[in-house]
C-alpha cells in the first residue's frame, strides 16, 4: 500500500512536471532553485534526500544536460545526466532492471569521503541517461529492501518516462 501510494505520487510528480516544462521551458539556460529541472520535481527529489535541497540544472535545446539536487545539509545528493552520447554506466556485470527505458542497469560503489553512490544508467530513443544517489555517513550499502534502493529505481523510472 505504501509503495503504491509513492508510486502514485511520483506519477503525479511527473504529470506535474510535463505540465509545467513542456512548452514553456527555455532550453540552453540555467534553471534557478524556482525554475527546477524538466527531468524530476524539487518536491520529488526532496522526498527522496530526505530533506530541503537546492537545485543547479543546465539544459541544452537538444534537451540534454544535467541536474544536481543537493540537501541543503550536504547530507546528500541526486544527479541526473542526460545526453545523446554514451555516459557513465554501470558495468555490464550489474544487476540488469526492467520498466526503465533500454538496457537498464543498476550499481553501487564507494564515493569520496565514506559517501554511498547508487547509480542506474539507462537509455530511452536516443538518450542516454544516468541518475546517481549519493548519501554521506553510509558505511554499507543499501539493501533491495532499503527505501534508498527503491527511490533510486523510481527518480530513474520518473526520468525514463519524461524523456519517452
Not at 83 to 111: D, F, Q, V, Y
Amino acid at each position: 500500500m505504501r509503495k503504491r501510494a509513492l508510486l502514485g505520487l511520483l506519477l503525479s510528480s511527473a504529470v506535474l512536471a510535463q505540465t509545467q516544462y513542456g512548452a514553456s521551458a527555455k532550453p540552453g539556460s540555467i534553471a534557478h532553485a524556482n525554475a527546477g529541472c524538466p527531468w524530476l520535481t524539487e518536491g520529488t527529489a526532496a522526498h527522496a534526500l530526505g530533506g530541503e535541497v537546492s537545485v543547479t540544472a543546465k539544459v541544452s535545446d537538444t534537451s540534454e544536460g544535467f541536474c544536481t539536487f543537493t540537501r541543503q545539509d550536504s547530507a546528500g545528493s541526486l544527479e541526473i545526466l542526460v545526453s545523446k552520447a554514451a555516459l557513465p554506466a554501470c558495468p555490464p556485470e550489474s544487476t540488469s532492471l526492467k520498466g526503465i527505458g533500454n538496457e537498464a542497469l543498476r550499481c553501487r560503489h564507494a564515493g569520496s569521503g565514506g559517501a554511498s553512490v547508487g547509480m542506474i544508467s539507462s537509455r530511452v530513443r536516443d538518450y542516454h541517461f544516468t541518475v546517481m544517489f549519493t548519501m554521506r555517513g553510509q558505511t554499507s550499502p543499501a539493501k533491495p529492501d532499503d527505501p534508498q534502493h527503491d527511490a533510486l529505481e523510481q527518480i530513474a523510472e520518473q526520468v525514463a518516462g519524461n524523456l519517452y
